[in-house]
């Protein structure tokens, strides 16, 4: 299996504990995604818990939707939580979710380590996965604020 490691960060104006109320919620997860990926989220229990099931529904190429269900593995309330997938289009994915106090706001650190199922044969669709993940971070990195600011809107 070739593991690989994609990284991602992203600074925002707002304090850290709204960040991580925010993220630590997944019903939030849709507004983060692009609409091509027709990303469904399943019933949501509340803020990430170690042991949480998340089941989601996304396209993964045209015409093809899978089923993606993980796991909260690791979370250490207001600093990070991890994820991780236990079936779906990945052989391997954990995903943590880093949030850091800095002047001005929060920084977002997302570091993910993924694997293709079928290795070597899928190696030919390596630039394609990592196309598609720079895209959503892209994605996020554009959605992020306004999200964030109707967010707490919501909460005055």
């Known amino acids: 299996m070739q593991l690989h490691r994609f990284y991602f960060s992203q600074t925002v104006s707002w304090p850290t504990d709204l960040v991580w109320r925010f993220f630590s919620n997944a019903a939030n997860l ?28 996304v396209r993964v190429l045209p015409g093809i939707k899978l089923t993606w269900v993980t796991e909260i593995l690791h979370v250490e309330p207001g600093r990070y ?33 993924w694997a293709l199922p079928l290795d070597p044969f899928s190696r030919v669709a390596l630039p394609l996965v990592r196309a ?8 996020r990195e554009q959605a992020l604020p306004g999200a964030l600011a109707q967010f707490t809107a919501g909460r005055e």
């Open 30 to 57: 849709p507004v983060l995604t692009p609409p091509e990926a027709q990303f469904e989220s399943g019933e949501v229990d509340g803020p990430v818990y170690p042991g949480q099931i998340l089941t989601h529904r």
């Open 132 to 139: 598609q993940l720079k895209s959503l971070f892209s994605y």
């Open 81 to 113: 939580f991890v994820d991780g997938q236990e079936s779906g289009p990945f052989r391997f994915w954990r995903h943590r979710h880093e949030f850091v106090e800095v002047p001005g706001g929060t920084e977002v650190r997302d570091t993910v380590h």
